[in-house]
């Protein structure tokens, strides 16, 4: 079996990689997060076995980068021109869904990420985070039956 171009690697799954990175770091830092993790992968691909789930490859990757991102940006100082006299909203974020996804043990939270924003399949999901197909559909379920009771506006969207 003969592995495929890189550059089709990148335009079969670079949407799935950008939906797992904005799970994770939200839209402003999720582009730098998928450019990390196609270098990263760049690098690493010649050494991917013809056989390996590319997909499942990249959004590990992908999760592993945009949590680099995370911690880079908790390391550094924001510059002002004024300090302001009371703590500013972030923009741009829901921090009530932020806090309600990592409220999640974090099998459900990685399972939810992987299957409902990365669009993973069950047995590809399993494969990323240990156990079944089986335990990673019912560890999604409780999730987002977790999420759905400590995070009120998911009800209010799907209305």
Known sequence: MVKE??????????????????????????????SETFLAALRAYPDLPSDANVEAWLVTIAHRKAIDVVRRAARQAVPLADVPDRVLPAQGRDLDLWAALAALPTKQRQVVAYHHLGGLPYDDVAALVGGTAAAARRAASDGVATLRRTYPAIDQEES
Not at 13 to 26: D, F, I, K, P, W
């Open 5 to 34: 171009p890189f550059e089709r690697v990148v335009v079969q799954h670079g949407a799935t990689v950008l939906r797992v990175c904005r799970a994770v770091v939200g839209p402003v830092d999720a582009d730098d997060a998928w």
